[in-house]
């Protein structure tokens, strides 16, 4: 938006712009773009009576089991859409609705047939809810947020919502990205009571109160450019090489923080996509070409160097799945087999982007055999994604390709052993600003950011520990994320003279001049040694360090440290 603002001033004689959606916020995006003339269309939609709780439920879960079941027994024929937060959620949802429309006495209502609805089901699984019932049986559809915008489902009468949804946002103070369950926005509530009316007038159940409504939700949802992080975004701007863009001072219609957009800059420059002036390097071209978040780019560009393209090709695809690949076993699914799943590969103990790598190596050796996936527990849907996006992503590599991008595995285990290293390495690169660094005394580490974060390994990883016990110095992580604690999710371990080149690199930074701002603008000054904010773990300061080389060696020390106590 703010790039055609830019052009329409430019070209305000012969340019016309339309703009058109149908969640956008007009008055917005109209005071945007110079108050420009606003047409609305309203669709048709029948009468939706809106029925509020007294007070907000302890638990949602059963609120909204109670309410579909008097929905059943009292309203008339008419399907019922159920939103909660998350897949877990609805499968607790599904399971005691079944037994409780299972335990009605018979013949006192309609059949019922109770369906989920959420992103990992398989294909074949989701669209059972476009499926008209039986005669004088009611749908109960109990889905996430998906069901608000992107389809619609018919014969609907019936909504429940919850007034929650499970959202995703980035903190660029920590550098980590929490699921939420948050409060739902006006506009998401009007959107969930809009179900309701799309073949006749209907009826929606709101489990909070209409004060809750009026005082407590936000007018609009959090813009997502507002809780996601914007390397990719800001990599797009500088990829444009418009010499007047100033990243900290663009006109944004949803104007990030200028945190975010620091944070942003830093993670640009230590994998080398611009330079310490906010130019865009020749890598930088290279990886705004690419369809994936900026680090796994860096990872593709580095590993075509080292002659492991190939498998970087893979362990990218495997990242960019929409779905956890290896979901946790559930206790249900358990009891219905008649086999255990097949445990899938270990990583060679290296960590989880070598057990990416492995898994899809496998399922290429099987002639990408569906049910190889499902005897893993491996989601279907997911690992056909894997397979599409790294077709795709071997056509665009093509002409910078320097080897095979076809899949190939290792025939000996020294050959595996160096193809993994120069892997490692790639990744090293790619993930510069995601290292993070054992502490001494135990397995817990320390991010290597510009603002450090104490943090676990996952313990869904599959890197081993060493015969002490002890994880890797220094390891890559693809995401932090906060559940019951910080956790560094698929993890890999690196080497410490590939992290000390990257260390020496946030020398003498000014995020002014990586914006594309003066250089002479007060700026917050960068954080010297990344450990300076931390305590040290016997509970005493961790003492500043004059020069940036005391850094370094700071770093070395503290590798040589652990090594002398093994």
Same mark, same amino acid.
């Given at each position: 938006?703010?790039?055609?603002?830019?052009?329409?001033?430019?070209?305000?004689?012969?340019?016309?712009?339309?703009?058109?959606?149908?969640?956008?916020?007009?008055?917005?995006?109209?005071?945007?773009?110079?108050?420009?003339?606003?047409?609305?269309?309203?669709?048709?939609?029948?009468?939706?009576?809106?029925?509020?709780?007294?007070?907000?439920?302890?638990?949602?879960?059963?609120?909204?089991?109670?309410?579909?079941?008097?929905?059943?027994?009292?309203?008339? =024929?008419?399907?019922?859409?159920?939103?909660?937060?998350?897949?877990?959620?609805?499968?607790?949802?599904?399971?005691?609705? =079944?037994?409780? !429309?299972?335990?009605?006495?018979?013949?006192?209502?309609?059949? @019922?047939?109770?369906?989920?609805?959420?992103?990992?089901?398989?294909?074949?699984?989701? $669209?059972?809810?476009?499926?008209?019932?039986?005669?004088?049986?009611?749908?109960?559809?109990?889905?996430?947020?998906?069901?608000?915008?992107?389809?619609?489902?018919?014969?609907?009468?019936?909504?429940?919502?919850?007034?929650?949804?499970?959202?995703?946002?980035?903190?660029?103070?920590?550098?980590?990205?929490?699921?939420?369950? $948050?409060? /739902?926005?006006?506009?998401?509530?009007?959107?969930?009571?809009?179900?309701?009316?799309?073949?006749?007038?209907?009826?929606?159940?709101?489990?909070?109160?209409?004060?809750?409504?009026?005082?407590?939700?936000?007018? !609009?949802?959090?813009?997502?450019?507002? *809780?996601?992080?914007?390397?990719?975004?800001?990599?797009?701007?500088?990829?444009?090489?418009?010499?007047?863009?100033?990243?900290? *001072?663009?006109?944004?219609?949803?104007?990030?923080?200028?945190?975010?957009?620091?944070?942003?800059?830093?993670?640009?420059?230590?994998?080398?996509?611009?330079?310490?002036?906010?130019?865009?390097?020749?890598?930088?071209?290279?990886?705004? +070409?690419?369809?994936?978040?900026?680090?796994?780019?860096?990872?593709?560009?580095?590993?075509?160097?080292?002659?492991?393209?190939?498998?970087?090709?893979?362990? @990218?695809?495997?990242?960019?799945?929409?779905?956890?690949?290896?979901?946790?076993?559930?206790?249900?699914?358990?009891?219905?087999?008649?086999?255990?799943?097949?445990?899938?590969?270990?990583?060679?103990?290296?960590?989880?982007?070598?057990?990416?790598?492995?898994?899809? =190596?496998?399922?290429?050796?099987?002639?990408?055999? !569906?049910?190889?996936?499902?005897?893993?527990?491996?989601?279907?849907?997911?690992?056909?994604?894997?397979?599409?996006?790294?077709?795709?992503?071997?056509?665009?590599?093509?002409? /910078?390709?320097?080897?095979?991008?076809?899949?190939?595995?290792?025939?000996?285990?020294?050959?595996?052993?160096?193809?993994?290293?120069?892997?490692?390495?790639?990744?090293?690169?790619?993930?510069?600003?995601?290292?993070? =660094?054992?502490?001494?005394?135990?397995?817990?580490?320390?991010?290597?950011?510009?603002?450090?974060?104490? #943090?676990?390994?996952?313990?869904?990883?599959?890197?081993?520990?060493?015969?002490?016990?002890?994880?890797?110095?220094?390891?890559?992580?693809?995401?932090?994320?906060?559940?019951?604690?910080?956790?560094?999710?698929?993890?890999?371990?690196?080497?410490? +003279?590939? #992290?000390?080149?990257?260390?020496?690199?946030?020398?003498?930074?000014?995020?002014?001049?990586?914006?594309?701002?003066?250089?002479?603008?007060?700026?917050?000054?960068?954080?010297?040694?990344?450990?300076?904010?931390?305590?040290?773990?016997?509970?005493?300061?961790?003492?500043?360090?004059?020069?940036?080389?005391?850094?370094?060696? @700071?770093?070395?020390?503290?590798?040589?440290?652990?090594?002398?106590?093994?």
């Amino acid at each position: 938006m703010g790039l055609m603002k830019r052009l329409i001033r430019m070209r305000s004689s012969n340019l016309k712009v339309l703009i058109t959606s149908a969640t956008l916020d007009g008055d917005k995006v109209s005071k945007f773009f110079f108050d420009c003339p606003l047409l609305t269309v309203p669709g048709k939609l029948y009468p939706v009576e809106i029925l509020y709780s007294n007070e907000r439920p302890k638990s949602y879960l059963e609120s909204c089991l109670k309410t579909a079941i008097d929905i059943h027994t009292k309203e008339p =024929e008419g399907d019922v859409l159920i939103f909660m937060t998350g897949q877990d959620d609805i499968e607790k949802l599904v399971s005691k609705l =079944e037994e409780k !429309v299972y335990n009605l006495e018979e013949g006192s209502c309609m059949d @019922a047939v109770v369906l989920p609805l959420h992103g990992s089901l398989p294909p074949e699984l989701q $669209v059972r809810v476009f499926s008209r019932p039986p005669p004088n049986c009611r749908r109960f559809i109990a889905a996430t947020n998906i069901a608000e915008t992107s389809l619609t489902v018919d014969g609907v009468v019936y909504v429940i919502d919850s007034g929650y949804v499970k959202q995703r946002q980035y903190n660029p103070s920590t550098g980590m990205y929490s699921l939420d369950v $948050v409060q /739902i926005s006006k506009v998401q509530a009007n959107q969930r009571a809009g179900r309701a009316g799309r073949t006749r007038p209907g009826k929606c159940y709101r489990l909070y109160t209409s004060m809750d409504y009026q005082e407590d939700l936000l007018d !609009v949802t959090v813009p997502e450019i507002q *809780r996601s992080s914007l390397a990719g975004s800001v990599l797009y701007l500088k990829s444009l090489d418009l010499p007047d863009i100033d990243i900290l *001072r663009f006109d944004f219609l949803d104007p990030p923080t200028s945190e975010s957009l620091e944070d942003a800059l830093k993670q640009l420059y230590l994998i080398d996509a611009i330079d310490e002036n906010g130019s865009i390097t020749k890598i930088g071209q290279t990886m705004a +070409e690419l369809p994936l978040e900026p680090s796994l780019s860096r990872t593709l560009i580095e590993a075509n160097e080292y002659g492991c393209i190939s498998h970087a090709l893979t362990v @990218a695809a495997m990242l960019s799945a929409e779905t956890t690949l290896l979901p946790g076993r559930r206790k249900n699914a358990d009891k219905k087999r008649k086999h255990r799943p097949v445990d899938p590969p270990d990583g060679s103990g290296w960590g989880d982007h070598i057990q990416l790598l492995q898994i899809f =190596e496998l399922w290429d050796q099987e002639n990408y055999d !569906v049910n190889w996936c499902k005897d893993r527990d491996l989601q279907v849907r997911g690992m056909l994604f894997v397979k599409d996006v790294r077709k795709q992503l071997c056509q665009i590599m093509q002409k /910078i390709a320097k080897g095979s991008l076809d899949v190939w595995t290792s025939r000996n285990q020294k050959e595996s052993r160096a193809e993994y290293w120069n892997l490692r390495k790639a990744l090293c690169v790619g993930y510069a600003n995601q290292l993070a =660094e054992r502490m001494i005394h135990h397995n817990g580490y320390r991010t290597l950011s510009f603002k450090p974060q104490v #943090v676990q390994v996952h313990p869904s990883s599959v890197m081993k520990p060493d015969e002490d016990g002890k994880f890797a110095d220094y390891v890559v992580y693809h995401e932090l994320i906060t559940t019951s604690r910080p956790f560094m999710r698929n993890v890999c371990a690196v080497q410490v +003279e590939w #992290v000390m080149p990257i260390l020496n690199k946030v020398k003498n930074l000014n995020v002014n001049k990586l914006s594309g701002g003066s250089a002479d603008l007060t700026s917050e000054p960068m954080e010297g040694n990344v450990k300076d904010s931390l305590k040290k773990e016997d509970g005493g300061t961790t003492p500043t360090l004059d020069g940036h080389d005391n850094k370094i060696q @700071a770093a070395r020390e503290r590798f040589l440290a652990r090594k002398g106590k093994k």
